[in-house]
Antibody, heavy 120, light 111 residues
Framework: EVQLLESGGGLVQPGGSLRLSCAASGFIYSTYAMSWVRQAPGKGLEWVSGISNSGGSIYYGDSVKGRFTISRDNSKSTLYLQMNRLRAEDTAVYYC?????????????WGQGILVTVSS | NFMLTQPHSVSESPGKTVTISCTRSSGNIAGNFVQWYQQRPGSSPTTLIYDNNQRPSGVPDRFSGSIDSSSNSASLTISGLKTEDEADYYCQSYQYGNRWVFGGGTKLTVL
């Protein structure tokens, strides 16, 4: 059974930093791309960032480019999102998502989500 | 860059059939696969449909997906509606340049 467990969320002041982690199990982690998707309170889903299975290809949404860094440790089956220079509009539930087969990386499994609140 | 537009909300009675549309603003809907995700209240999303019309194992065949090039849109059809189908539904597609685009979501009420 695929399991994705996010951690590291919480309350942070504007301009601060936070690192999210996502522990994966139930599949061969090093074989699949992974992504972060967020959902602001009462809003829809927004893709944040994606990383290939090897970590050699990395992509960011325009709203986080230059502030967020995605990475992965295949030896620990863990995905990370380093979030710097946080803004109020980054307040959201952040979901770790496993990408499925195919060149367009559909999302096939999702974590339970972790809340990040940016506020003074 | 394209957008995916969904109706804000739809409602239908139990046992009936409902269709949720997802219209692509530019470029050919058939140019990239469309996925559909279900998000029940207070829960994380789950995958209902991938590659336009494929169901992951465990998803009932009451759920089906299709695309229509004439309207440049994708559709999610749910037949034999159940109260447990009440949720938010999101379409999603890949955009060249390595972007993943979501529709704004549709709230389904089963009344």
């Amino acid at each position: 059974e695929v399991q994705l467990l996010e951690s590291g969320g919480g309350l942070v002041q504007p301009g601060g930093s936070l690192r999210l982690s996502c522990a994966a199990s139930g599949f061969i982690y090093s074989t699949y791309a992974m992504s972060w998707v967020r959902q602001a309170p009462g809003k829809g889903l927004e893709w944040v960032s994606g990383i290939s299975n090897s970590g050699g290809s990395i992509y960011y949404g325009d709203s986080v480019k230059g502030r967020f860094t995605i990475s992965r440790d295949n030896s620990k089956s863990t995905l990370y999102l380093q979030m710097n220079r946080l803004r109020a509009e980054d307040t959201a539930v952040y979901y770790c998502a496993k990408n499925g087969e195919g060149r367009e990386w559909p999302f096939d499994y999702w974590g339970q989500g972790i809340l990040v609140t940016v506020s003074s | 860059n394209f957008m995916l537009t969904q109706p804000h909300s739809v409602s239908e009675s139990p046992g009936k059939t409902v269709t949720i549309s997802c219209t692509r603003s530019s470029g050919n809907i058939a140019g990239n696969f469309v996925q559909w995700y279900q998000q029940r209240p207070g829960s994380s999303p789950t995958t209902l449909i991938y590659d336009n019309n494929q169901r992951p194992s465990g998803v009932p065949d009451r759920f089906s997906g299709s695309i229509d090039s004439s309207s440049n849109s994708a559709s999610l059809t749910i037949s034999g509606l159940k109260t447990e189908d009440e949720a938010d539904y999101y379409c999603q597609s890949y955009q060249y340049g390595n972007r993943w685009v979501f529709g704004g979501g549709t709230k389904l009420t089963v009344l």
